[in-house]
C-alpha cells in the first residue's frame, strides 16, 4: 500500500505478488485490487476481479469489487456475471447503465473487429500517462454515445493546465501506441476528480 501512495507500479506488483503467494487472504487481495486499478495496471486487476467471481463466490464484497473494477476496465460482459452473482445474494443492484446500453457496446466492438479484452492495453496505455505524471486514478467516468462508442474519463487530482498537458500525452501515446483502431469504439482521456464543495 505505501508502493501505491508513492505511485511505484513495479513495487505494487512486486509486493502483492509475494504477499498473495505467501498467503491467500481477502484483505491482501482486495487491497491489491484497488492498487492495480488506481496505478492503471489493468490487466492485473481485471484477473484478480474474474478471480473473485469464481472463488468467492458467496462474499458480497469481494463480487460487488469485482463488479466495479470489471466495468471501470470495460469489461462489461463480466460486470454483468457478476452483477448477476451479487443479485443472486439478495443484493439490490438497480438495472445499471451498462446492462442497457450492452447491445450497443457490443456492436461498435464488433465493427472495429475487436473484444472487451482488446480494450485492456489500450486503457493500460492511456492510464500510464497519469501514473507517470504522479496522478493515481481516483474515479473512471463513462458516457456513451450513439452506437455503443464510449467516451472514457480517467478521474484524477489536478489543475486546468495539468489535465490539458496529460490529455494531449494520452492522444500521442495512444497514437504511437498504433491503437486508433479502436477510435470508432472509446475515447480516453482525463478528467478533474470531483470535489465537495462544502
Not at 443472486?88 to 451498462?98: F, H
Amino acid at each position: 500500500m505505501v508502493a501505491t501512495l508513492q505511485i511505484q507500479p513495479d513495487k505494487v506488483v512486486e509486493h502483492f505478488e509475494k504477499a498473495m503467494a505467501a498467503e491467500s487472504n481477502h484483505a491482501i487481495e482486495g487491497n491489491a485490487l484497488l492498487s492495480y486499478w488506481r496505478l492503471g495496471l489493468f490487466a492485473k486487476a481485471v484477473e484478480l476481479a474474474e478471480r473473485f467471481l469464481t472463488i468467492y463466490r458467496d462474499d458480497i464484497e469481494r463480487l460487488n469489487q469485482a463488479m466495479h473494477t470489471l466495468a471501470d476496465t470495460c469489461q462489461f460482459g463480466m460486470a454483468i456475471v457478476a452483477i448477476e452473482a451479487l443479485r443472486k445474494l439478495g443484493k439490490e443492484i438497480p438495472r445499471a447503465w451498462l446492462e442497457n446500453n450492452y447491445g450497443d457496446f457490443v456492436n461498435a466492438l464488433k465493427r472495429a473487429s475487436a473484444n472487451e479484452r482488446d480494450l485492456v492495453p489500450v486503457m493500460e496505455l492511456a492510464a500510464s500517462v497519469p501514473v507517470e505524471h504522479g496522478k493515481p486514478i481516483r474515479g473512471i467516468l463513462f458516457s456513451i454515445a450513439q452506437e455503443g462508442r464510449l467516451a472514457v474519463s480517467f478521474a484524477v487530482d489536478g489543475d486546468v493546465d495539468e489535465l490539458v498537458d496529460i490529455n494531449f500525452a494520452i492522444a500521442d501515446r495512444l497514437a504511437g501506441g498504433k491503437v486508433n483502431t479502436f477510435a470508432s469504439v472509446i475515447t480516453l482521456s482525463c478528467a478533474p476528480y470531483p470535489r465537495n464543495s462544502g
